[in-house]
């Protein structure tokens, strides 16, 4: 049985030097999911792996040049990536490790202070899943999102330590978005959270 690599695995894979000559590829049996820019999510099993990309089977007909998501079960997080190619159940798929920007905001009341740190999120009628932390204010926070949410769509954000509390969807670019959350969270709350996720 193959060793399963972990997401930190696959996106150190995204890093490393390419040349001209195809990347040497690995052979796997992982599963997992992907998720379409749409929320859409759909099972897959990964067959093959390689520094820039791996070949997967799924019963969803994918189109080349469609963006995603990829997900193995029991690793933290998510990998982009492109479609290359499709063809009877069997697609290629390209990693593709530049974060899209992040949209000009209006002024803040808070300043935003940068980290990066995990959370957990939750959509309504949602299982909940880890997701990556970019920054966060005593009123809200930027993040990666698995599961791609609606602008104004309400989600349930949990830190290690503290009962789950409610934002709303600020702003959504590609898997990318700002969340305003309902309630701002106390000064001293606020610095606990900050050493945790420090820690």
Request: net charge positive.
């Amino acid at each position: 049985m193959n060793a399963r690599p972990s997401t930190d695995r696959l996106r150190a894979m995204q890093s490393e030097p390419s040349s001209n000559d195809r990347q040497p590829r690995r052979v796997v049996e992982l599963k997992g999911f992907g998720v379409l820019d749409d929320g859409t999510t759909f099972a897959i099993s990964v067959v093959d792996l390689s520094y820039d990309g791996c070949k997967v089977q799924t019963d969803l007909a994918l189109i080349p040049g469609l963006t995603l998501k990829v997900s193995i079960l029991g690793a933290k997080g998510a990998v982009p990536a492109v479609v290359r190619w499709y063809k009877e159940g069997v697609a290629g798929l390209r990693f593709n490790p530049e974060p899209e920007p992040a949209p000009k905001q209006t002024p803040r009341d808070h300043e935003r202070i940068e980290l990066t740190a995990q959370l957990s999120l939750r959509r309504a009628g949602r299982q909940q899943y880890a997701a990556r932390l970019f920054d966060i204010t005593p009123t809200g926070c930027r993040v990666e999102f698995i599961e791609r949410p609606r602008p104004e769509e309400r989600l349930w954000v949990k830190f290690d330590g503290l009962d789950a509390f409610e934002a709303t969807v600020r702003w959504v670019d590609g898997f990318y978005g700002g969340l305003e959350f309902v309630r701002p969270i106390y000064p001293a709350v606020f610095d606990m959270v900050l050493a945790r996720l420090r820690a």
